[in-house]
């Protein structure tokens, strides 16, 4: 809240230099105790919703809803195409999709990704991310090549 208030304000204007300035304030282990995923590419994100406020005549800009029809995941690790059509879920706001896995004995789920996003802000009803814009496991250093939501 405090790298969104800074870049409002116009006192930072670059997002990323913004954001790890306030998190190199706190502990490492802090940060990891919120959460198992490193949640920099979605808080870049809505920094990114603050910094282009004056893009927008109206700020905040007027919310609107989404209907999500489908999911494709492009080369997920030990996954070939995970292509989920007719969804058909009605959302507006913040919205949060998460990827799990299921341990081999069926029971235990290990989160592999989220992404979090606001619809307000989604252009042309379409929202493409890359590897480095979701949230991962802190001790995953990279995801694969290729790797698209």
């Known amino acids: 809240m405090l790298a969104a208030l800074l870049i409002y304000r116009k006192q930072y204007s ?11 304030k706190a502990p490492v282990e802090l940060m990891h105790l919120f959460s198992p995923l490193n949640p920099i ?31 494709i995941l492009r080369c997920v690790p030990d996954v070939e195409l995970v292509n989920i059509d007719d ?17 081999d004995d069926m029971e235990r789920e290990v989160m ?17 991310l890359n590897r480095y814009e979701v949230d991962t496991l802190w001790d995953i250093k990279t995801i694969p090549r290729g790797v698209q939501s």
Do not use: H
Not at 14 to 24: A, G, Q, S
Not at 88 to 102: A, F, P, R, T, Y
């Open 14 to 24: 670059d997002e990323y230099k913004t954001l790890d300035m306030i998190c190199k």
């Open 41 to 71: 590419p979605s808080q870049l994100r809505y920094l990114q919703y603050v910094s282009r406020r004056n893009m927008v005549s109206e700020w905040p800009p007027q919310e609107r809803a989404l209907t999500l029809d489908c999911v």
């Open 87 to 103: 969804i058909n879920c009605d959302m507006q706001g913040d919205i949060v999709i998460e990827c799990l896995s299921l341990n």
């Open 112 to 128: 592999m990704f989220r992404a979090v996003f606001n619809t307000t802000f989604i252009r042309s009803n379409m929202l493409m």
